[in-house]
C-alpha cells in the first residue's frame, strides 16, 4: 500500500500572461491534477533555460523523469516545481534523483510575459508547492522560494481514505505502513539537509485540516530556504549558496505580473492516488 502525501490545496494557474484567456487558463488547472509532467525551458542564447515540474507525484514519475533526462546534461540545472504533491515514495525517489544531479530547486511557474517570438520566457514567483512537493523542494542542493510562493505542509495519510480520514477504517497493517513510511520521509529529510522541524510542522496538521502556509521563518528554521536571491536574469542557475537582503532578480517576473498570472485558488482540491502494498 502507498502513502500519498495527498494536497488539500490546488491552485488554479491563470497564466493569463502566457494563456490569454480563461479557456486555456482551465488546461493549466488541469494540468495541476494530472500526473507530473516533466519539460525544458529553453532560452538560449539569453540562458541556460530550466526544468518545469508540474502536477500530482506517482510512482510512475521516477522513471518518468529517467526518460526526460536521458540524453540531457541536467546536473546542476534549475528546476521550477508547481505540484500539490502525491506519492510518498515516489517523491523521495524522485527527490533523491535530484539530488544527485545537484540541481536548484525553486517554485514558480514557466511564462511568456512577452508575445514577441524571440523574448526569452519568465517565471512567475506565485506558484504552490504543497504536501510531497515541499520535500521535493528540499532535494535541491540550492533552494529557494520567492517571497509571493506557497509553500503547504501536512500530515501524510493513505491516498483511499483521505477524502474522510476520521470515518475509515484501519487495521494493524495500515498502522505499520504510516509509522514505515514516516520514518522512510524523516530520513530523507535528514540526507537532504534538512531539520526535524519540518516533520513536526507537517505531521501536527491532521489530513482533513486546511494545510499549513510556512511562514518565512518557517522556510528558513528546518533549512528549507538555503538563498534569498537568484542572480542574473539570464542565468537562472546562478544562485548564491548564502542568504542575503539583495532583492530577487533573474528569471522572475514582479510580483504584479505573477498574481494576474496565477491567482488565489477558490477552494481545496486533493490529489488522489490508488494504493498498494
Not at 137 to 146: A, C, D, E, M, N
Not at 183 to 197: P, Q
Request: a neutral charge; hydrophobic letters at 40%.
Amino acid at each position: 500500500m502507498r502513502l500519498i502525501g495527498a494536497a488539500l490545496r490546488i491552485a488554479l494557474v491563470g497564466l493569463m500572461a502566457l494563456l490569454g484567456g480563461s479557456a486555456r487558463a482551465g488546461v493549466a488547472f488541469e494540468g495541476r491534477k494530472l500526473p507530473m509532467k516533466f519539460s525544458w525551458v529553453p532560452c538560449q542564447p539569453n540562458c541556460r533555460g530550466w526544468v518545469s515540474a508540474v502536477g500530482i507525484v506517482t510512482a510512475d514519475s521516477p522513471r518518468d523523469f529517467d526518460e526526460f533526462a536521458r540524453g540531457r546534461q541536467l546536473g546542476s540545472a534549475t528546476i521550477v516545481l508547481d505540484s500539490s504533491g502525491g506519492s510518498v515514495n515516489g517523491s523521495i525517489a524522485l527527490g533523491r534523483r535530484w539530488r544527485n544531479l545537484g540541481v536548484l530547486t525553486t517554485v514558480g511557474v514557466s511564462v511568456q510575459t512577452n508575445t514577441t517570438q524571440s523574448a526569452p520566457p519568465n517565471v512567475a514567483p506565485v506558484a504552490y508547492c504543497e504536501s510531497m512537493c515541499v520535500f521535493l523542494l528540499l532535494s535541491g542542493k540550492t533552494r529557494y522560494v520567492p517571497e509571493t510562493a506557497h509553500v503547504r505542509v501536512h500530515q501524510i495519510w493513505m491516498g483511499d481514505r483521505a477524502n474522510d480520514a476520521r470515518a475509515a477504517t484501519y487495521s494493524a497493517d495500515d498502522l505499520m505502513i504510516v509509522e514505515r513510511d514516516i520514518g522512510r520521509l524523516a530520513k530523507y529529510t535528514f540526507d537532504m539537509g534538512g531539520a526535524g522541524d519540518l516533520l513536526s510542522l507537517s505531521l501536527n496538521v491532521r489530513p482533513w485540516e486546511d494545510l499549513h502556509e510556512l511562514s518565512r521563518e518557517e522556510l528558513r528554521l528546518p533549512n528549507l530556504v538555503t538563498t534569498d536571491m537568484v542572480d542574473h536574469p539570464r542565468n537562472p542557475n546562478a544562485a548564491v549558496d548564502e542568504p542575503t537582503s539583495k532583492p530577487v532578480q533573474g528569471q522572475f517576473v514582479s510580483s504584479a505580473v505573477a498574481t494576474e498570472t496565477n491567482p488565489e485558488p477558490a477552494k481545496s482540491t486533493k490529489s488522489a492516488e490508488a494504493n498498494e502494498r
